[in-house]
């Protein structure tokens, strides 16, 4: 079993920054990957960012140049170091835990982020 904790959402006037934490704990495996997700009320959770154990990222375009995914996997952490925040990236952010050799995923508990105009 895994664990995952975010923490880091808040509000936040657009154009600002924000910081989201990600842990994981329990059985970690060393080949995985994490990565955060979004909801945004009355639409479907999607994709923001991911980044593999090896630190290969993939980014959703609406987020490409504004948010940066990073991780240590000493401390089974994941960051994602996000500027420029617009109205539109108003939504919970989930953290999601991956062991590859079985696609089992794991999720946080949801951290919310407020884009204010």
């Known amino acids: 079993q895994v664990q995952v904790v975010e923490s880091g959402g808040g509000l936040v006037q657009a154009g600002g920054s924000l910081r989201l934490s990600c842990v994981a704990s329990?059985?970690?495996?060393?080949?995985?990957?994490m990565g955060w997700y979004r909801q945004a009320p009355g639409k479907q959770r999607e994709l923001v960012a991911g980044?593999?154990?090896?630190?290969?990222?993939n980014y959703a375009d609406s987020v490409k140049g504004r948010f940066t995914i990073s991780r240590d996997n000493a401390k089974n952490t994941v960051y994602l170091q996000m500027h420029s925040l617009k109205p539109e990236d108003t939504a919970v952010y989930y953290c999601?835990?991956?062991?590859?050799?079985?696609?089992?995923?794991?999720w946080g508990q949801g951290t919310q982020v407020t884009v204010s105009s």
């Open positions: 999601n835990y991956r062991i590859l050799s079985v696609n089992r995923n794991y």
């Open positions: 329990g059985s970690i495996f060393s080949s995985n990957a």
């Open positions: 980044i593999s154990s090896y630190g290969t990222t």
